[in-house]
């Protein structure tokens, strides 16, 4: 078992009388369905410490983690690197107010404006740190309200899309069974059908403020813009007077073998007005950014028009700048690329896998039946966390650091999780 297993055990929260046969993680579990609201069900594992790759359950069990926290842990569990940085950081200055700034804050603004746009950020750029993808979307949001002002009140997005869930970002998320309990949401959003450059060109004109795009949709089950799209969105916007907005909240960062998603289509020559970041972007620490490409983008809130309490903190811009940095040290963009390549090669050859989408290390595995829950749920059991994205496909989005070796254990291990799936679904 885990040395860490037991930490916290005795505290007095809770009335669970605890038997000979409970194990550490049911004991943590009833105590999270008396104290955590009821937001995500269950957990499936109460996880106590990482290392790489890799996390531990409260009862000592280990697994690969190929989902890194929903694509967050860039960089893995425990990276040296980012826990120096964190620990530094917040031994010199945690946290100040929004009247000042830190070295971390501006350095960590200068760095996007270079990732985000490679061949340099038009003049004029800007960008606003928040602490979430939802919060980034949000800001964008906002901002695009200021762009269109009452001339301009409609705003598009695709079928499949997720943006977040607050409710302006909810406004911009397609599925019905997120946005519906909370209706009546901000107005002025419609949904094109995903990939129809013929529906895009009819919708746009000019009472349109612009253009939400996730160059992989990622909660859709990884599916990439197709060629062309993203080239044809920004002729068209620019011809409309609308902005362009793509969010890579969970495609950025190296998460798909380039610094942006977007960088790979259409000749990486599309340069947006808006860019939203988070998840892998703080490597585990919370934190959002909206990239603004441009002097009219980057002006459009001005000072008591949008605020945080917590975007740029001093900690998690470290910890943000440590991420960027070592993924530029260590070459990690050629490596997702390589490893995401070969286990897309290797996925593609298992019995039942029909289709598997996606580049670097954010794909899909398509199964030729609705077993992905069974199959994930068999993998949990194996030692491997994947995420069942849809009824037919498993999402894989791990760390960044992911060995070849490691990737390899996998795909081994798939067939027999399949085949439990499917003898479950038969029984």
């Known amino acids: 078992?885990?040395?860490?297993?037991?930490?916290?055990?005795?505290?007095?929260?809770?009335?669970?009388?605890?038997?000979?046969?409970?194990?550490?993680?049911?004991?943590?579990?009833?105590r999270y369905r008396g104290a955590v609201m009821n937001t995500f069900g269950d957990p499936q594992r109460v996880l106590v410490r990482g290392e790489g790759a890799y996390?531990?359950?409260?009862?000592?069990?280990?697994?690969?983690?190929?989902?890194?926290?929903?694509?967050?842990?860039?960089?893995?569990h425990a990276h040296p690197s980012l826990v120096a940085a964190v620990t530094d950081q917040l031994g010199t200055l945690g946290h100040v107010s929004n009247f000042f700034t830190t070295p971390a804050q501006v350095m960590l603004a200068e760095r996007l404006l270079a990732v985000v746009s490679p061949g340099g950020a038009p003049a004029g750029s800007r960008v606003f740190l928040a602490n979430s993808g939802t919060e980034a979307n949000e800001a964008a949001l906002k901002l695009t309200r200021r762009h269109g002002g009452r001339g301009r009140p409609r705003v598009l997005a695709l079928e499949g899309a997720f943006h977040g869930r607050t409710m302006g970002a909810l406004s911009l998320t397609h599925k019905a069974a997120y946005r519906e309990?909370?209706?009546?949401?901000?107005?002025g959003v419609e949904f094109l059908p995903f990939g129809d450059l013929a529906a895009l060109e009819a919708a746009l004109g000019d009472d349109v403020a612009a253009l939400f795009l996730e160059p992989v949709q990622g909660e859709a089950g990884v599916r990439p813009l197709p060629d062309g799209y993203l080239a044809a969105a920004r002729r068209l916007t620019q011809e409309a007077g609308a902005l362009l907005v793509l969010d890579e909240v969970q495609s950025g960062i190296?998460?798909?073998?380039?610094?942006?998603?977007?960088?790979?289509?259409d000749g990486g020559a599309v340069v947006p007005d808006v860019v939203t970041l988070a998840k892998g972007l703080g490597g585990g620490m919370p934190i959002g950014a909206v990239v603004a490409l441009g002097e009219h983008a980057a002006t459009l809130l001005g000072p008591g028009q949008h605020g945080t309490t917590f975007g740029g903190n001093p900690v998690a811009a470290a910890a943000a700048l440590a991420v960027v940095d070592t993924i530029e040290r260590e070459g990690l963009l050629a490596h997702v690329a390589a490893t995401g390549a070969a286990l897309r090669t290797a996925l593609a050859?298992?019995?039942?896998v029909v289709e598997v989408r996606g580049t670097g290390l954010l794909l899909a595995v398509q199964l030729d039946a609705p077993v992905a829950k069974g199959a994930a749920a068999a993998l949990l059991e194996a030692g491997f966390i994947v995420n069942p994205v849809r009824e037919?496909?498993?999402?894989?989005?791990?760390?960044?650091?992911?060995?070849?070796?490691?990737?390899?254990?996998?795909?081994?291990a798939l067939p027999a999780a399949l085949a439990a799936a499917r003898q479950a679904v038969s029984a």
């Open 181 to 187: 309990p909370f209706e009546p949401l901000p107005g």
């Open 254 to 265: 190296g998460r798909t073998g380039t610094w942006m998603a977007h960088h790979a289509l």
């Open 349 to 352: 050859g298992v019995d039942g």
């Open 392 to 412: 037919d496909a498993l999402r894989l989005a791990p760390p960044l650091v992911l060995t070849a070796e490691q990737a390899d254990s996998f795909v081994e």
């Open 1 to 30: 078992m885990s040395e860490h297993s037991t930490a916290g055990e005795h505290s007095t929260v809770g009335e669970h009388s605890a038997t000979e046969h409970d194990t550490a993680g049911e004991r943590w579990t009833e």
């Open 55 to 76: 996390v531990w359950d409260a009862d000592g069990n280990r697994y690969l983690d190929l989902l890194g926290g929903i694509a967050v842990n860039a960089l893995g």
